[in-house]
């Protein structure tokens, strides 16, 4: 099972945040979801710390995957 942190940057209407959720749900992972149209610290953190304007966002560990990439979240994640 996974032991690194995972957490996804979000935003409604937006299908690959969808996919990734469903990715990552799939797969049994654990994360922690925050929506950057309602969170304000959250958007600010997306921008300021992981120098991201986009979503999904995703953070594992200490490596960040800007926008739908199945093939490097599989690599992160060990799958």
């Known amino acids: 099972m996974n032991e690194k942190k995972v957490t996804v ?6 299908p690959p945040c969808k996919v990734v ?3 990552l749900r799939h797969h049994q992972i654990d994360f922690v979801e925050f929506d950057v149209s309602k969170d304000k610290k959250a958007r600010q953190r997306l ?4 120098q991201s ?6 953070v594992v560990g200490d490596k960040v995957v800007t926008g739908f990439d199945l093939q490097t979240l599989e ?3 060990g799958l």
């Open 75 to 77: 690599k992160l994640l």
């Open 9 to 14: 940057y979000t935003q409604p209407d937006c």
């Open 21 to 23: 959720k469903e990715f």
């Open 47 to 50: 921008i300021n710390v992981y």
């Open 53 to 58: 304007y986009s979503t999904p966002t995703v």
